[in-house]
């Protein structure tokens, strides 16, 4: 099956990670996938990227195309996309009233299918047609790693426990100050508190397993790719109870879902870094595996074609 994929390409490494390795896993089944990025931010930029995909669309053929996030599926659709699947991520459903209105306008007259990553996304975004569907986790790529060999990679200082933000402090969704809050309630002077940023994707595996806990404490999300990743690796967890966290760490014996309450987040992570019990995450999201999800992918692209 010929495929495009159609996303912004604005991060400092282009395409988006989660974009990319959700079309190699389709690759690796033996589709043709290639990849459309919008390159430019502002309505400005967007706009003229119709135009741009127009020509692309009329000069080659595809099966499908795939729009990821709610403005490049806007694009998509303007360009003449079809059929059209659109995976719409955390941010579009928490966006505002009048846009939540216009995506489901585009779903009625434009967008063939629409998947969502989580069972609340669903719900927040109120579109019954969606598909649940999260994204894989290539299970190759993200494993255990002996420790000393992944701080060698980090350059973390081994006298020290390691609490992993896996994420950029900047991004205010992360919600970096009450990771901090948290963190400066531990009663453990030994401990760092790591942060993310401009880290390569294909280092991350090292950055997990170098960490003793991975630490999420964002606002909302859909389905993180960090904590899927994380728990590939058998890490210890903390995360507040956002998107679909409760059911993928589910009874994860070293992983714990906390509110947002510092306090709480404090005593877990505490818990997290003294038990001394190895979590076996990677066989609670067997499920996941990204070949599993690219043939469940490819299943609603047959169903939409035929």
Same mark, same amino acid.
């Given at each position: ?27 690796? $089944? ?22 741009? +995909?127009?020509?692309? +669309?009329? &000069? ?14 806007? *694009?998509? &659709?303007?360009?003449? @996309?079809?059929? +059209?699947? %659109?995976? =719409?991520?955390?941010? !579009? ?8 209105? =216009? ?16 069972? !609340? ?9 969606? @598909?649940? =569907? ?61 942060? $993310? %940023? !401009?880290?390569?994707?294909? =280092? ?13 404490? @964002? $606002? ?17 967890? *903390?995360? *507040? ?15 714990? %879902? ?7 987040? &404090?005593?877990?992570?505490? !818990? ?19 070949? %599993? ?14």
């Amino acid at each position: 099956m010929r495929i495009l994929f159609v996303s912004s390409g604005n991060t400092k490494n282009g395409i988006s990670p989660i974009v990319f390795n959700q079309g190699q896993s389709l690759a690796a $089944l033996g589709h043709q996938v290639s990849f459309f990025t919008i390159k430019e931010k502002g309505i400005k930029g967007y706009l003229k990227h119709i135009f741009i +995909l127009h020509k692309r +669309l009329r &000069a080659h053929s595809y099966d499908v195309i795939h729009a990821h996030y709610s403005l490049s599926a806007i *694009v998509a &659709a303007l360009a003449g @996309s079809k059929p +059209l699947v %659109v995976s =719409l991520m955390g941010s !579009d459903v928490k966006a505002s009233p009048l846009f939540k209105y =216009l995506i489901k306008c585009f779903h009625t007259f434009f967008w063939k299918k629409i998947i969502v990553k989580s069972s !609340d996304m669903k719900t927040v975004c109120g579109i019954q047609a969606a @598909s649940v =569907l999260p994204n894989g986790v290539n299970f190759s790529k993200f494993k255990k790693m002996a420790k000393e060999e992944a701080l060698q990679v980090t350059q973390w200082n081994p006298n020290y426990q390691h609490i992993l933000f896996a994420a950029n402090p900047k991004r205010k969704e992360k919600n970096y100050t009450l990771a901090q809050q948290a963190f400066e309630l531990l009663d453990s002077p030994n401990t760092k508190l790591q942060t $993310l %940023v !401009d880290v390569p994707n294909e =280092l991350m595996p090292a950055y997990f397993n170098a960490a003793d806990v991975i630490l999420l404490t @964002s $606002l909302w999300e859909g389905s993180p790719n960090v904590i899927k990743e994380a728990m590939a690796c058998n890490c210890k967890i *903390v995360a *507040v109870a956002v998107g679909d966290i409760e059911e993928i760490i589910g009874t994860t014996q070293g992983c714990y %879902v906390t509110d947002f309450n510092p306090t709480t987040i &404090a005593h877990a992570l505490q !818990d997290a870094l003294q038990t001394t019990v190895t979590p076996n995450g990677r066989s609670h999201i067997s499920h996941l595996n990204a070949e %599993v999800i690219a043939n469940k992918l490819t299943n609603i692209y047959t169903t939409i074609v035929s």
